[in-house]
């Protein structure tokens, strides 16, 4: 598994954007993403680049992958509100635990790739506050994309 760890406006997107591309890899974009807590299938295809000013090469829909894994109700399987951003940083700190349910939501999204026979690609610009955390858990190859925001 493969794990994109970045700030925002890093070019993150364009990296996962290249790893979707792939055969045999299933690419999650963004797994804290906030939206994913209500997201039902119907909005998933009008999620992108083209529906907000994002500067974001144009492309299919950015949650996809995701598809298979919501509700009827609506929201990812597993995935919380709260981990966005009240869970940025682990309760006991940087090098605290990512708590069970985050633990359980991204081991299901590993498994899912897993039984496509497909190689995991999970992105996020909410994980770099418990990225030794993850890291720990979960521990594939992990790449940090950063980028100077003064040079922009």
């Known amino acids: 598994?493969?794990?994109l760890h970045s700030s925002f406006r890093t070019s993150s997107t364009w990296l996962w954007g290249r790893f979707r591309k792939l055969d045999g890899v299933t690419a999650?974009?963004?797994i804290f993403n906030e939206m994913l807590a209500t997201i039902k299938q119907s909005e998933i295809v009008g999620n992108t680049s083209c529906s907000w000013?994002?500067?974001h090469p144009a492309g299919a829909s950015y949650f996809l992958e995701f598809m298979p894994l919501i509700?009827?109700?609506g929201?990812?399987?597993g995935y919380e509100k709260d981990m966005s951003y009240a869970r940025f940083i682990p309760r006991d700190g940087i090098q605290?635990?990512?708590g069970e349910a985050e633990r359980a939501y991204i081991a299901s999204l590993i498994a899912h790739a897993d039984k496509l026979g497909r190689l995991p690609v999970l992105s996020c610009t909410r994980?770099?506050?418990r990225l030794p955390a993850i890291k720990s858990v979960f521990p594939g190859f992990h790449l940090l994309i950063y980028r100077?925001?003064?040079r922009q």
Do not use: R, T
């Open 75 to 77: 929201g990812v399987l």
């Open 96 to 98: 605290g635990d990512i």
């Open 53 to 55: 000013h994002s500067k």
């Open 71 to 73: 509700s009827d109700e």
């Open 148 to 150: 100077n925001l003064f």
């Open 127 to 129: 994980s770099l506050g």
């Open 1 to 3: 598994m493969i794990f």
């Open 28 to 30: 999650y974009y963004e």
